[in-house]
């Protein structure tokens, strides 16, 4: 699965977005980076959860396996 990449693209969107909103608000140069610090942080963790959560809803099922007929003889003659 290409899943690999999903926390890194939701970590740098969230980083742009905010980049751009302290801009536009004229916050201070350590108030921003630390802003923009912490929205990188929290939605890393955000975009590693999902992609947990995406891997493990798509992950591809196995097909059961069924018993062999012979092991089932086998079974019922080891009984008697």
């Known amino acids: 699965m290409r899943t690999k990449f999903i926390p890194i693209i939701v970590m740098l969107l969230a980083g742009f977005v905010s ?5 536009l608000c004229k ?3 350590f108030d921003s ?3 923009i610090l912490i929205s990188l942080i929290g939605f890393y963790i955000i ?3 999902s992609r947990k959560i995406l891997e493990k ?4 099922k ?3 396996k069924e018993e062999e007929p012979e092991k ?3 079974k019922e003659s080891k009984e008697q």
């Not at 980049?19 to 801009?23: A, D, E, F, L, Q």
Request: a negative charge; proline letters at 8%.
């Open 33 to 35: 980076l630390l802003i």
């Open 27 to 29: 916050y201070e140069v």
């Open 47 to 49: 975009g590693y959860i």
């Open 57 to 60: 809803v798509l992950k591809p």
């Open 19 to 23: 980049c751009v909103v302290t801009i």
């Open 62 to 64: 196995e097909p059961e």
């Open 72 to 74: 089932e003889e086998e």
